[in-house]
């Protein structure tokens, strides 16, 4: 079986999920993403799936790997992350049996894109860089790494 990208956002999939197709051509039966419940109702002969005030789960910190259990059925073979809210899904993928990558990338790059990192208040990077030289994950300075962060 081949492989196929998975996107897991921590953003409600039915919100990103339509725009990832666009953007980097993932379908979006193949986004991962926080969810509320639903319950299935019948009303006479017309069917509905009703939106509840409950949260089903958080696609962010250690609800990354139950999100990606839930949707996928599998451990994934590759997994990249840029904030520690990714840190249990790149320890889910890496520390199975058989051939894993992780991939950090390291936003570090204020004047072309954005920067965060260990003091940051919103997506703070800290624990899973501490993390990263353990575990053999390549870590990605965008500042430093990537000659194009946006094409023109």
């Given at each position: 079986?081949g492989?196929?990208p998975i996107?897991s956002?921590?953003?409600g999939s039915?919100?990103?999920?339509p725009?990832?197709?666009?953007a980097?051509?993932?379908?979006p039966?193949?986004?991962?993403?926080?969810?509320i419940?639903?319950?299935?109702?019948?009303?006479?002969?017309t069917?509905a799936?009703r939106?509840?005030?409950q949260?089903d789960f958080?696609?962010?910190?250690p609800?990354?790997p139950v999100?990606?259990?839930?949707?996928?059925?599998?451990?994934?073979v590759f997994?990249?992350?840029?904030?520690?809210?990714?840190?249990q899904?790149?320890?889910?993928t890496?520390?199975a049996p058989g051939?894993?990558?992780a991939l950090?990338v390291?936003h570090?790059?204020a004047?072309?894109?954005?920067?965060?990192?260990?003091r940051?208040?919103v997506d703070?990077l800290?624990k899973a860089?501490?993390?990263?030289?353990?575990?053999?994950?390549?870590?990605?300075?965008m500042?430093?790494d990537?000659?194009?962060?946006h094409?023109?």
């Amino acid at each position: 079986m081949g492989s196929r990208p998975i996107s897991s956002r921590a953003v409600g999939s039915s919100s990103c999920g339509p725009g990832v197709e666009p953007a980097y051509g993932i379908p979006p039966e193949q986004v991962v993403g926080s969810g509320i419940r639903l319950k299935y109702e019948l009303n006479g002969d017309t069917p509905a799936l009703r939106r509840l005030p409950q949260v089903d789960f958080v696609d962010d910190g250690p609800g990354k790997p139950v999100g990606i259990a839930r949707f996928i059925g599998r451990r994934p073979v590759f997994a990249a992350g840029n904030s520690d809210g990714d840190l249990q899904m790149l320890q889910w993928t890496t520390l199975a049996p058989g051939p894993r990558f992780a991939l950090i990338v390291h936003h570090t790059d204020a004047e072309r894109e954005y920067a965060y990192g260990r003091r940051s208040q919103v997506d703070k990077l800290d624990k899973a860089l501490d993390e990263a030289p353990r575990r053999g994950w390549l870590v990605v300075d965008m500042r430093n790494d990537w000659k194009t962060i946006h094409r023109p």
